[in-house]
């Protein structure tokens, strides 16, 4: 069964510092991952995408990590702000219905970013 | 360009009730989701569609929910009757493929009381 598996549940950290956020997942075969960012009472919007052959992709204070050997990736937030407080949703799309790709999507991880 | 919208944002009605939502994807996209998302959990995927045809509905409690797409544009979803259980954010997103970019709506909050 396809499924993906993010920590922490729940993140406090103080306004400026960093952070990481592990996602693993089972998804197999595996086409993309992505990490979404959802603020409260909104819909999840996409942050990056991965494919099988990147390793590394930023936007902006935003830094995702891929090692599809161990089926592990990361995202890194970068001297945090109050805006960043949200949960961050991590999908991977693979597996096949249809014909097609399938997301399955972690959990989420709950930041909260304090003054 | 507008986005994935949803209407209504907010609904509160008694179990047993029936209750529709409605959603309009981003012109051009042949993938439309529909998703449930429970407080402090992630999405769970209910039913994917690829123009008219339900590809994916095996999450969708076929007893008391149903969807449709017609035209391959426009999607509703229903429940009847409505449960307490069904109180949650019900999601709706749409792609140009089924492995491109899912773009969501803000969601209904729907309360079964």
């Known amino acids: 069964k396809n499924q993906v598996e993010q920590s922490p549940q729940s993140l406090i950290i103080l306004e400026g510092k960093n952070c990481t956020l592990q996602?693993?997942?089972?998804?197999?075969?595996?086409?993309?991952l992505r990490w979404y960012k959802q603020d409260t009472g909104r819909g999840p919007v996409s942050l990056t995408i991965?494919?099988?052959?990147?390793n590394t992709k930023s936007n902006g204070r935003y830094t995702a990590t891929l090692d599809a050997d161990t089926k592990q990736s990361s995202l890194h937030i970068t001297a945090s702000q109050l805006s960043d407080s949200a949960s961050y949703i991590c999908?991977?799309?693979?597996?096949?219905?249809?014909?097609?790709?399938?997301?399955?999507f972690g959990r989420g991880t709950s930041l909260i970013v304090h003054p | 360009e507008a986005g994935v919208v949803q209407s209504p944002r907010y609904k509160i009605i008694e179990k047993k009730q029936p209750v529709a939502f409605w959603c309009n994807p981003i012109?051009?996209?042949?993938?439309l989701y529909w998703y449930l998302q429970n407080l402090g959990q992630g999405p769970e995927l209910l039913i994917r569609?690829?123009?008219?045809?339900?590809?994916?509905d095996s999450q969708l409690p076929k007893d008391r929910f149903s969807a449709e797409r017609l035209k391959g544009v426009d999607s509703t979803l229903k429940i009847q009757p409505a449960e307490l259980g069904d109180s949650a954010v019900y999601l709706c997103?749409?792609?140009?493929?089924?492995?491109?970019?899912?773009?969501f709506g803000q969601g209904t909050r729907l309360t079964v009381v």
């Open positions: 997103a749409s792609s140009l493929t089924g492995d491109t970019e899912a773009f």
């Open positions: 996602c693993n997942y089972t998804v197999s075969p595996f086409s993309n």
């Open positions: 012109s051009g996209h042949n993938t």
């Open positions: 569609y690829e123009n008219e045809e339900a590809v994916d």
């Open positions: 991965m494919t099988f052959s990147e």
């Open positions: 999908v991977v799309s693979g597996g096949s219905s249809g014909g097609s790709y399938i997301p399955t």
